[in-house]
T-cell receptor, first 113, second 111 residues
Framework: DAGITQSPRYKITETGRQVTLMCHQTWSHSYMFWYRQDLGHGLRLIYYSAAADITDKGEVPDGYVVSRSKTENFPLTLESATRSQTSVYFC????????????FGQGTRLTVV | DAKTTQPNSMESNEEEPVHLPCNHSTISGTDYIHWYRQLPSQGPEYVIHGLTSNVNNRMASLAIAEDRKSSTLILHRATLRDAAVYYCILIGNQAGTALIFGKGTTLSVSS
């Protein structure tokens, strides 16, 4: 099915563990994005990518690592999870950033205990 | 990217029109105006975008002021499903720009 999917939908992990959130899109969109949304707050951009092998920091990149070896995938890794990274994470994709719409995934709810 | 200012919250009644304002006095000539909304417990979804002219689609209309320093998202007949946070976002034409979300306007719809 065409679209953008995130996995897992829910994840509980322990402080200090490494965890990877997956994002896959089927449109071959050039741009992909990762956001986090804390309870009762707005979305904040973590990292984004303009194409395979091109990534850039967003507003809150510390503690996160991304890679984009294939156009359709944009995994987000928390190398050593902390409680402050408990959040809902949204992935998005778009063909370009200015004149087309972005499509968002359903989100991954991550809890760090 | 230039900043936007939106009211924190607005209320509407079902089946009435809703006008959601957005001020962007520092907009540049090449900035697109985008609107997204986020329903409870869901990811954001695209609503509409425009550059200079008013735009219509199946979801809403976007009215852009002649000087482009403000815009208004118009929902022609609000439904309960339109209760959401609405974000007005400016996107420039620099390489590597991305959607940066502000606080948005929380729209409540009453039956």
């Amino acid at each position: 099915d065409a679209g953008i999917t995130q996995s897992p939908r829910y994840k509980i992990t322990e402080t200090g563990r490494q965890v990877t959130l997956m994002c896959h899109q089927t449109w071959s969109h050039s741009y992909m994005f990762w956001y986090r949304q804390d309870l009762g707050h707005g979305l904040r951009l973590i990292y984004y990518s303009a194409a395979a092998d091109i990534t850039d920091k967003g507003e809150v990149p510390d503690g996160y690592v991304v890679s984009r070896s294939k156009t359709e995938n944009f995994p987000l890794t928390l190398e050593s999870a902390t409680r402050s990274q408990t959040s809902v994470y949204f992935c998005a994709s778009s063909e370009n950033t200015q004149n087309t719409e972005a499509f968002f995934g359903q989100g991954t709810r991550l809890t760090v205990v | 990217d230039a900043k936007t200012t939106q009211p924190n919250s607005m209320e509407s009644n079902e089946e009435e029109p809703v006008h959601l304002p957005c001020n962007h006095s520092t907009i540049s000539g090449t900035d697109y105006i985008h609107w997204y909304r986020q329903l409870p417990s869901q990811g954001p979804e695209y609503v509409i975008h425009g550059l200079t002219s008013n735009v219509n689609n199946r979801m809403a209309s976007l009215a852009i002021a002649e000087d482009r320093k403000s815009s208004t998202l118009i929902l022609h007949r609000a439904t309960l499903r339109d209760a959401a946070v609405y974000y007005c976002i400016l996107i420039g034409n620099q390489a590597g720009t991305a959607l940066i979300f502000g606080k948005g306007t929380t729209l409540s719809v009453s039956s």
